[in-house]
């Protein structure tokens, strides 16, 4: 009943390419500068070692940005990862279409399990790879998302699974959509499942706002933060195999949208009379709530934030994408760079930009001081 949104996806991919895109200068600016020094020798048009130095500089320490800050950083291709998670994600034989929601939710659990108490869980070490946490209750299909991504780290050896599984759930989003979310890499991979948690740290569907607020209490959010990742219930679907419960939040499982918080307020949930646990359902019987997901409706300050997002779609998509970023993070010691491959692109342009001003004013200033000396730019030092 519900497919695969292509015109998100298309959304998606543009703001894919547009990344890549934003590559680009800074590569074109290194290559035409290597050409346009070599390409100055073989015209004749003599430069200078200095400007050669000082455009090479320039333009190199901008490729050197981009290329080892973020595309190559720890010799891992994080475009090429991205694309493969992207081109991934349509799949008309799987659930709703697409296994964009599942690996939000494999991310989501990876890093869900985290304490701020005593500092254990969360994403690093890509722990639900092991016995026990690959069983916990609460993971179940989530071996659909883990193989998945398997695939793709075979493809990719050198990214962590930890990373991989990340750094998945931002491009799902992102294609889906959604708002970008900032991301860097720096997790590694446990090689035992000595650090996995116990099995009591995923929220219960079943409880209600006490509950809500201990387990996302635990992990260090507020209460508007954790409205606003529940907020990610615009995607996916309950599976009777995996949770019991049954059915999508929305007519439009496979878009990122405010769509969860609007057919929250905006329906009148009645309790579903079936043999399943207790669930709520819409006029329809098409749509489901959970009872934790009726908590927000439940609870006044859980509500204001829900009315504030179901308004608001732009203000949902800048809390969630900051709170995501935040939830991918916990228990991580990055010892990388503290920005983001999305900033240190962005940074790589900009340096991109300024060696580019650097290298023009410095021949700028060189061809005054040659026409002013008449000496040829390639005798100076
Ligand atoms: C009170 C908090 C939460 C509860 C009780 C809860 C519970 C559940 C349950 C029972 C399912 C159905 C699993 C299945 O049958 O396949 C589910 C699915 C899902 N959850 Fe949550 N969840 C919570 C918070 C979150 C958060 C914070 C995120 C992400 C930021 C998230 C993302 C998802 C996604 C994307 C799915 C759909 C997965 C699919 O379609 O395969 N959930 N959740």
């Given amino acids: ?16 390419s547009a990344v890549a895109r934003a590559g680009m200068p800074a590569r074109r600016a290194f290559s035409s500068a290597t050409s346009g020094s070599a390409g100055g020798a073989a015209t004749g048009a003599a430069m200078s070692g200095a400007w050669r130095w000082a455009a090479g500089l320039g333009a190199a320490a901008a490729f050197g940005y981009v290329s080892m800050g973020s595309v190559h950083a720890g010799g891992v291709d994080y475009e090429a990862v991205r694309k ?39 994403s690093n070490g890509a722990k639900m790879r092991f016995f026990p946490e690959a069983f916990h209750g609460a993971n ?24 991989l599984w990340t750094l998945a759930a931002c491009v799902a989003i992102e294609e889906m959509g959604g708002p970008e979310i900032a991301w860097r890499p720096g997790r590694t991979d446990d ?8 099995d009591d740290r995923l929220p219960d569907a079943a409880q209600g706002a006490d509950h809500v607020r201990a387990v996302f209490g635990r992990m260090g959010f507020s209460d508007r933060e954790m409205v606003a990742l529940i907020g990610a219930h615009c995607l996916g679907r309950c599976h009777e195999n995996r ?20 057919e929250l307020v905006g329906n009148r949930w009645t309790r579903k009379n079936w043999d399943g646990p207790l669930q709520y359902e819409d006029p329809t019987g098409e749509l489901m709530m959970l009872p934790a997901d009726m908590a927000l409706l ?84």
């Avoid at 998100?8 to 991919?13: D, F, N, P």
């Avoid at 998945?148 to 990719?156: D, E, G, M, N, S």
């Avoid at 949770?243 to 609007?262: Q, V």
């Fill in 1 to 16: 009943m519900f497919r695969f949104a292509t015109t998100s996806v298309r959304m998606g991919a543009q703001r894919l």
């Fill in 84 to 122: 493969a998670i992207a081109d991934t994600l349509e799949d008309e034989s799987y659930d709703d279409g697409s296994l964009g929601p599942v690996l939000v939710r494999l991310a989501w659990h990876a890093s869900g399990t985290y304490s701020k108490k005593d500092g254990t869980g969360g």
């Fill in 140 to 163: 179940n299909g989530l071996s659909v998302a883990r193989n998945h991504l398997a695939r793709i780290k075979k493809q990719f050896p050198e990214i962590s699974n930890a990373d």
């Fill in 191 to 198: 090689n035992d499942g000595k650090l996995c948690t116990p």
């Fill in 243 to 262: 949770s019991g419960y049954k059915g999508p939040w929305t007519r439009a499982p496979t878009t990122f949208s405010n769509m969860y918080f609007t």
């Fill in 298 to 381: 439940h609870d006044p300050a859980f509500a204001v934030v829900v009315k504030e997002y179901a308004a608001d779609e732009e203000l949902f998509f800048r809390d969630f994408a900051a709170a995501f970023a935040k939830l991918l993070e916990l228990g991580c010691d990055f010892d990388g760079p503290s920005t983001t491959t999305k900033a240190v692109t962005a940074a790589g342009v900009v340096t991109a930009i300024v060696g580019a001003i650097i290298g023009y004013n410095y021949m700028s200033s060189s061809r005054a001081d040659s026409s002013a000396t008449s000496a040829p730019l390639s005798s100076q030092p």
